[in-house]
Structures are given as structure tokens and as C-alpha cells.
């Protein structure tokens, strides 16, 4: 990403005070492995993106540890494989910051820019963290199509989006337009529980972006 684009000013600092417990377990894994990145993780991506990929929080042997998000661990693998299938990528990932990895027309947000532990952010760190993804969003001038990847991410993006929760109800591959037309569609989430159960399998993750370019195309 280049970090002169307007997104790069909605990251918060990397000491970011907000939520006790997030802080304690960040000075824990800055203690414990010094050379991780070890802070709130910043978007990556296309800032001139139609699509917008909104992801629960960094995991702890992935991003947490890289830097980026969904680097470095097995939904990534996933992840980034799909993007390359439908040439939202340049194909170069290798679990690595330093991979050469560049995302087209499509950009990575977390709803949790910090590592919670046991990867489940509490309902209280998720509103902490919202004012970032609402200042993320709305630093994307172009994305009218957004992924939510699992039901935190969901939830999140419907009211960043100005959407009701009432009415736009969590199912893999639903469909939610929000009030001002932009769009919303949801995934489980590509985590390794989720595959390795068969609760979300390649073919279903790949549907998920086959519809969001059909989405992206018919908006613009």
C-alpha cells in the first residue's frame, strides 16, 4: 500500500491505549517474541479498491508476528490463493512482508487492528476498535463492495456501513445492501477451524469473490 494514501492516516499508533486487555497481551508477545511486529496491524491493499475485504483481527503466528494482514498463517493461504485465482493479486505471496505481494482493485481491513487472545475479541474491544474501520472505509473513495469474513466482521461492517443489523442477518454468501447502495456480502471465515470442519470449503470461499466482482461491475 502506499502510505501516503489517505488510509494510512486512519491506522491507530502502535501503542494504542484503547483496551486493557489487548495492551497486557501485547507487551506479553512483545516480551516474548521481540522481533514480531507486535501492534494494532494497518490495512493492506488497493486504496483505489472497489472491493473491500473487512477481516475479524490479526492472529497471533500471522499477522500479529508479520505485520500484515493474513500473512503468514493458514487462512492466508487461502486467502491470497483466491485473490490470485481471480486476478485481484500479482500472484506473489509467500507468507512473507518481503514477498513482493501487491493486491488490484481490492484492499484488506480489519475490524480489530490488534491481537486478541484466543483469537475472540470481546464486544467491548470490537466497538473500542470500530471508530478505525469507519475512518478506514471511509478513506476508500471507490469501494462499493465490501466482504465480511465471519459474523464479528459482519457485524461491524453493517454499522459502519449504515446498515441494521435486524435486517441484514449473518449467512455464508448473503447479500446486504446498504442504505446507500453499497453493498455487503458474507463469508465464513477462511480459518483453518473452518476448512478443516468443512464448514467452508475452497470452492464456497471462491464463490464469495466471483460474486463480489459481479457486484463491483454493476456498481461502477
Avoid at 493474513?70 to 493479486?89: C, E, P, R
Wanted: hydrophobic letters at 40%.
Amino acid at each position: 500500500m502506499n502510505m501516503e494514501s489517505p488510509i494510512a492516516e486512519t491506522e491507530p499508533p502502535r501503542d494504542c491505549p484503547l483496551c486493557p486487555r489487548l495492551v497486557d497481551y501485547r507487551h506479553a508477545c512483545q516480551a516474548e517474541f521481540p522481533g514480531w511486529w507486535n501492534a494494532p496491524v494497518p490495512s493492506f491493499g488497493d486504496p483505489a479498491a472497489a472491493i473491500a475485504i473487512i477481516g475479524l483481527a490479526p492472529g497471533k503466528h500471522g499477522a500479529n508476528r508479520t505485520g500484515r494482514p493474513f500473512t503468514g498463517d493458514y487462512a492466508g493461504d487461502l486467502l491470497f490463493a483466491t485473490l490470485a485465482k481471480f486476478g485481484l493479486s500479482n500472484d506473489s505471496y509467500d507468507a512473507r512482508v518481503d514477498d513482493g505481494l501487491a493486491l488490484r482493485d481490492i484492499i484488506i481491513v480489519n475490524s480489530v487492528k490488534c491481537l486478541p487472545p484466543q483469537n475472540k475479541p470481546t464486544p467491548e474491544e470490537v466497538r473500542a476498535c470500530r471508530p478505525f474501520l469507519s475512518k478506514a472505509v471511509g478513506a476508500l473513495p471507490n469501494a462499493r463492495v465490501f466482504i465480511a469474513l465471519g459474523q464479528i466482521a459482519h457485524q461491524s461492517a453493517v454499522k459502519v456501513l449504515g446498515g441494521r443489523l435486524p435486517k441484514a442477518r449473518f449467512a455464508h454468501l448473503a447479500e446486504h445492501r446498504m442504505p446507500d447502495g453499497r453493498m455487503l456480502v458474507d463469508s465464513y471465515h477462511c480459518s483453518r477451524y473452518n476448512t478443516n470442519t468443512g464448514r467452508l470449503t475452497a470452492p464456497m470461499f471462491e464463490e464469495v469473490f466471483a460474486r463480489a466482482l459481479e457486484l463491483a461491475v454493476r456498481q461502477f
